[in-house]
């Protein structure tokens, strides 16, 4: 199996322009090494967070060139495993999340990864392992790995986890793959603007797919499909990822366009993945007895 080192090549940006740091054939396996969102830079939390270099958040190792991708095809990214490191970070600064406006000064506080738990003082929180930055280059200006769009980024969604499949539209030539702002633990909405950010490892399949059409990310695992979306607004991003999923099921099953809205407002959810970045992302997600029912594959 393909391995890339954290240190074989990192981007601050997902950009057409970025020189690939590895070239992979469509249906390839390959473990990629993560840093943090802080790239590893916050060792305690005593540190002087002035110290950080702010010019070295939200890095993204890659890009992975995928041979035969091309502008209209999908990404298929199959996440196979996805392992993480033994100590995570939080942080709350002023300004900054749902809470900034209250937040007096910038603090660190250290979570160590223990017995399968992220130990915050005595608390014992349960691990979801995510990815937070995922994506391709766009086809137009390079975007920063903090913003998400329709290349992917960072969408911090929840459900970009072990199991899962991601797929992304491709704009340019071989797609320009990268990952990473792996996080041990984050709730929906991840107010703080952080997780538990953690360096790690994530293993995936990368497979080009070939006259299937989709304007922005969207994600299956075993039990739902969902539409991602990320605009200025969450009302936006909302109404953006439900009237994907709605037209994109009007289109496979032939029914009334008023019949798939009440289905949807019956069966489907509406769902947060972050509320804290230049642009916000949501989720609609359709769950797939539904599907079977409709005899129906969305992909």
């Not at 809470?99 to 738990?117: D, F, Q, S, W």
């Not at 399949?205 to 070939?210: D, N």
Request: a negative charge; hydrophobic letters at 45%.
């Amino acid at each position: 199996m393909d391995f890339i080192t954290k240190e074989s090549g990192i981007v601050y940006d997902f950009n057409k322009n970025h020189r690939p740091i590895k070239s992979v054939a469509s249906g390839t396996t390959i473990e990629i090494e993560t840093y943090d969102c802080f790239k590893n830079q916050i060792v305690s939390a005593e540190m002087a967070l002035n110290e950080l270099d702010w010019n070295e958040i939200n890095p993204a190792t890659g890009p992975i060139f995928v041979e035969g991708a091309i502008p209209g095809d999908v990404l298929k990214v199959k996440i196979e495993k996805l392992e993480i490191g033994k100590q995570g970070v939080m942080v709350v600064e002023p300004n900054q999340g749902v809470m900034g406006h209250r937040i007096a000064k910038m603090e660190a506080k250290m979570i160590p990864i223990l017995n399968g738990k992220a130990m915050f003082n005595e608390l014992e929180i349960p691990l979801n392992p995510m990815i937070g930055v995922i994506g391709v280059a766009p086809e137009g200006e390079g975007v920063n790995c903090g913003t998400p769009g329709p290349h992917g980024g960072n969408m911090d969604n929840k459900m970009i986890a072990e199991g899962a499949t991601l797929y992304l539209p491709v704009f340019v030539e071989g797609a320009l793959f990268g990952l990473g702002d792996l996080h041990a633990a984050m709730g929906d909405g991840e107010i703080s603007v952080t997780g538990i950010e953690i360096p790690g490892k994530v293993t995936v399949t990368l497979e080009v797919l070939k006259n299937v059409k989709i304007n922005h990310p969207m994600l299956e695992n075993k039990e739902v499909i969902t539409q991602i979306a990320s605009a200025e607004t969450l009302d936006k991003a909302v109404k953006l990822a439900t009237e994907e999923m709605i037209d994109r099921i009007v289109e496979k099953t032939g029914l009334p366009l008023s019949e798939v809205t009440m289905l949807m407002s019956a069966a489907g959810q509406t769902e947060i993945c972050q509320v804290v970045d230049p642009l916000v992302t949501a989720r609609f997600v359709v769950p797939k007895w539904l599907l079977r029912q409709l005899n129906v594959e969305l992909l």
